[in-house]
């Protein structure tokens, strides 16, 4: 089949899928239309809204994520030096556990010598050796950003170069899965500030439809009255606005 | 209204696909980070050099400066050479001393301390500007009315390292020339505050930020200091300078085979004579290494003597 006529085929089963649900719309009373016409828009407004902010917000946090993690890695690269030239190897190990006690994003960080041998690392009872050659600084001087998958969710991992790379490599990976919880809540905020809006919504909108159907109701039943003879039915007059007028 | 209810279905679709399709459309890598082994173990090498530098820099500046003379040494000998660095002279002393170095760079108070406890030998020294001396400045920040070491009294200041002989025991000795003849000043009496940055150009940074009243620093450092930061000239200035001394030097400990101390001797003499060691030699302010005798550092023998310095060190 052609793209031109499957999108034909779309095209004519969307209509018919509208056609259909303008002939339901249409079939119901003036009270149920106005409310649903409430009802859904405060709802289509609602999840647009939230799936915005939900988007905007979720670039914002990565994007700070990214940063810290490039920050991160850099201190941690320069305050790593001294102690790896001096072969204090503690001193690298205390470094790295306090820098993932004080990042709360911090997932883990250890740092390799020249050679690529592991001296320091934050990981208890062996290491991940798949972390090993998955990312390496990209020049001498700068850091190198990686996102992967991992069983814990989505890790930022960032390298940075120790003495331009001659002393070694110092690795930092940030995890998205707190940033990911934040977004969480204040999608679901949004979604139950939405669900109390719409109440409120369907309160108003049932008493606008109170307001503007009585009337209507009043004049279609002097109608019926009128049409079985009973020429001296009036309509109540409500408001003097446009139906009120019709009452006369 | 058609019209509508299609426009209305193309906004949700929009929305839809906002929503869903910016994610990266890239497959990303899968890493189970629960899955720990041990680490595996470091690839075999040849024995290497080791060789040791005394923190007469900073251990980052220390790399950056010897890193390329270590290459060269690895290059010219066919071995890899793995560079030493500890936190004090004591520590290197202590390594070379169990024979845990084959080569090093140390400072005079050192290789007087090493050759009188241990039998240190000496290899060579290097040479520059023609001369195989150098100097402990006394250096004040360029603002402070200090003249002399007497105008330092009560003042914060601040030593190299315990060893360091011109930033620690020069100093000490010169305190001790400001007392009576019998009983001189310590430096805990004669200073409020004292501390060590265990190295030179920490020493001279501490004091340019006003961190410390005054230090004595060795004479070379200061010089290359300042070829690096021309500002320091503004911010520190020197108010005494000692007899000259027997210049820091390359030594071997005592157990090193004889034919291998040959070697080094060799390669380090004529190093200046080749191009890329002539090269290297220049960008750590060297002309050349040079054979000196122990009675150089017979003048700093005595200052060490007199002080009890590195007496006192030893019993701590």
Redesign the interface.
């Known amino acids: 089949m052609s793209v031109l006529s499957q999108q034909l085929h779309t095209h004519a089963r969307l209509n018919i899928w509208l056609q259909r649900t303008w002939a339901l719309a249409g079939g119901v009373s003036v009270r149920t239309k106005i409310l649903g016409i409430v009802l859904a828009m405060t709802t289509i407004l609602g999840i647009g809204i939230t799936l915005q902010v939900r988007l905007v917000t979720t670039r914002t946090f990565i994007g700070e994520l990214e940063n810290r993690g490039n920050s991160v890695v850099r201190d941690l690269a320069g305050r790593s030096v001294d102690p790896l030239l001096l072969n204090d190897i503690f001193g690298l190990h205390k470094l790295l556990v306090e820098t993932v006690e004080n990042h709360p994003d911090v997932r883990y960080a250890f740092i390799e010598d020249g050679t690529g041998q592991v001296l320091a690392h934050t990981f208890d009872q062996g290491f991940p050796v798949g972390l090993l050659d998955l990312n390496r600084p990209a020049s001498d001087d700068g850091s190198q950003h990686l996102l992967y998958l991992s069983n814990e969710g989505r890790i930022h991992d960032f390298a940075a170069p120790l003495l331009s790379g001659q002393v070694g490599v110092v690795r930092v990976g940030l995890s998205e899965t707190r940033l990911q919880r934040v977004i969480d809540a204040i999608t679901g905020q949004m979604l139950l500030t939405m669900l109390l809006v719409a109440l409120v919504g369907i309160v108003a909108a049932s008493l606008l439809t109170w307001l503007l159907t009585r009337p209507i109701l009043d004049l279609v039943e002097t109608t019926r009255k009128v049409g079985q003879g009973d020429m001296e039915t009036l309509a109540p007059r409500w408001a003097n606005d446009e139906i009120g007028g019709l009452s006369l | ?2 019209f509508w ?2 426009a209305f ?1 193309r906004i ?1 679709a929009g ?1 839809i696909l ?2 869903t399709g ?1 994610a ?1 459309t890239q497959p ?13 173990p ?2 075999p090498q040849a024995a290497p050099l080791r060789l040791a530098v005394a923190a007469i820099f ?3 500046s ?3 400066s010897y ?1 390329n003379l270590a290459a060269y040494l690895g290059q010219k000998l066919g071995r890899p050479v793995q560079l ?4 004090t002279y004591a520590e290197v002393n202590n390594l070379i001393a169990k024979n845990e170095v084959d080569l090093a760079f140390v400072c005079t108070s050192a290789y007087v301390d090493g050759h009188d406890r241990f039998g240190l030998e000496l290899l060579v020294a290097p040479e520059i500007n023609g001369q195989t001396v150098y100097y402990s400045q006394l250096i004040v920040p360029a603002h402070s009315p200090a003249q002399s070491m007497a105008d330092l009294r009560g003042r914060v200041f601040v030593f190299t390292d315990p060893m360091s002989y011109s930033g620690r025991v020069y100093p000490t000795y010169l305190l001790q020339q400001l007392g009576s003849p019998i009983l001189g000043y310590t430096p805990q009496a004669f200073f409020s505050r004292t501390f060590f940055t265990y190295s030179h150009d920490k020493a001279i940074q501490a004091v340019a930020d006003g961190v410390a009243d005054g230090a004595a620093v060795d004479s070379l450092v200061l010089q290359y200091a300042i070829e690096r930061e021309p500002g320091l000239r503004e911010r520190v200035r020197v108010i005494h300078q000692s007899p000259a001394f027997g210049i820091p030097p390359v030594v071997v400990p005592p157990s090193l085979p004889p034919q291998q101390k040959e070697e080094l001797r060799r390669l380090l003499l004529n190093m200046h004579t080749d191009p890329l060691g002539g090269r290297i030699l220049s960008d750590l302010g060297i002309d050349r290494f040079v054979l000196v005798e122990d009675t150089v550092y017979e003048s700093a023998r005595q200052v060490v003597r007199a002080t009890c310095c590195l007496d006192e060190d030893q019993k701590r």
């Open positions: 209204m058609k209810l299609r279905s949700i929305l906002l929503s910016c990266g990303l890598m899968y890493i189970d980070l629960s899955r720990r082994e041990p680490l595996p470091a690839a900073s251990p980052q220390t790399a950056e890193h030493i660095q500890r936190r």
